[in-house]
């Protein structure tokens, strides 16, 4: 009788840990499915291109990657993390516990007997300690059945090691913050291209992280569009208590721009080179405010003759004539 294939599911970041852990799986007859979760902190403009994302990490390492959103489960967690912050405002731990549990839950719909990460022993200085990667398996209820490939020889054998799943011995001891085992493991198994390590999440940015704990105790309600739109361009919260993104090159503008959402207003100036701005849930002045400031940052603009901005709605669109906001003015809005 043919033996049914075991299958695994792996924790997928991208990155070349990641990428490593699920080809040692893989290269032991086991097949590998990956997840790919994302969040406006982490991964969300993939979901706007899947299918060329899969398709690359398929033809470039093998590798069969699906995304999962879980941005409302994880503003939710954000709010009070039982294992706190890192550096920033980057619940490291909590997040890892989640993102395997999330894992785990899938297991039955693979038919799955096992989940697999690329973390690596001493990597990181909270999520990656010994100690707290056992936490990681005792909170996500993943006791025994989760891998880790890239160093297993130093950690206790799991059950998939010790039903015969996988061979233990074909796994690795890698630990500590060095590279070097990672890359030449990756250039003994003709693995290129791969994304360097720095990025990734914005949590851990020294601007982003900030802003967004800010959003927070400001806010008793988060939603994922304001979270998406905060986290790009210049920002500012208008007296009225409007939000307002602008653009600072075309690449912002344009990243602005895919951020809208229904009801928000976008604005630009009609005749002169200058930023793209969405402005949400204005109320009293803030349009005129958002205006000025469109014009502060455009080109060719004089501070004695008003320009035109255009305000685009779901409804239609109107002029406004604005002079440049002096920037005294609206320092205190800046977020
Ligand atoms: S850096 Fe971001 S994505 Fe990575 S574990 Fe921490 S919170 Fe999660």
């Not at 989640?98 to 909270?126: C, D, H, N």
Request: glycine share 10%; aromatic share 6%; hydrophobic share 40%.
């Amino acid at each position: 009788m043919k033996q049914q294939q075991v299958t695994a599911l792996a924790l997928y970041s991208g990155g070349l840990d990641s990428i490593l852990a699920c080809r040692v799986i893989a290269a032991q007859g086991v097949k590998v499915k990956a997840i790919r979760f994302v969040t406006p902190f982490f991964g969300y403009e993939l979901l706007a291109k899947e299918a060329a994302y899969a398709a690359k990490a398929k033809s470039a390492f093998g590798i069969d990657v699906s995304l999962r959103d879980i941005s409302t489960t994880f503003l939710e967690l954000l709010r009070a993390p039982k294992h706190g912050f890192g550096k920033h405002f980057n619940p490291c731990l909590d997040c890892k516990i989640l993102l395997v549990s999330e894992v785990r839950k899938l297991l039955p719909a693979y038919q799955a007997s096992f989940i697999i990460t690329g973390e690596v022993v001493g990597q990181r200085p909270m999520s990656q300690r010994k100690d707290t990667m056992r936490v990681v398996e005792r909170d996500s209820d993943c006791e025994g059945i989760l891998v880790r490939p890239l160093c297993a020889r130093n950690l206790l054998p799991t059950r998939p090691e010790l039903d015969g799943l996988i061979d233990r011995e074909k796994l690795l001891g890698f630990n500590g913050r060095g590279r070097a085992s990672q890359r030449a493991l990756a250039k003994e198994m003709q693995i290129e291209g791969y994304p360097t390590p720095a990025g990734g999440c914005v949590l851990t940015d020294v601007t982003q992280g900030p802003r967004v704990e800010r959003y927070y105790q400001e806010h008793a309600a988060v939603t994922v569009a304001d979270i998406w739109l905060l986290l790009v361009g210049r920002q500012y919260r208008l007296p009225g208590g409007g939000r307002f993104a602008l653009g600072r090159d075309s690449k912002e503008n344009d990243l602005v721009l895919a951020r809208r959402a229904p009801g928000d207003l976008v604005l630009r100036m009609t005749d002169r080179p200058g930023p793209v701005g969405v402005l949400r849930r204005p109320t009293g002045d803030d349009l005129a405010a958002a205006a000025g400031l469109v014009v502060r940052y455009g080109r060719k603009v004089s501070p004695e003759v008003p320009a035109t901005v255009a305000a685009e709605g779901d409804q239609g669109s109107m002029t406004i004539k604005a002079l440049p906001l002096a920037d005294t003015v609206f320092q205190s809005w800046q977020w």
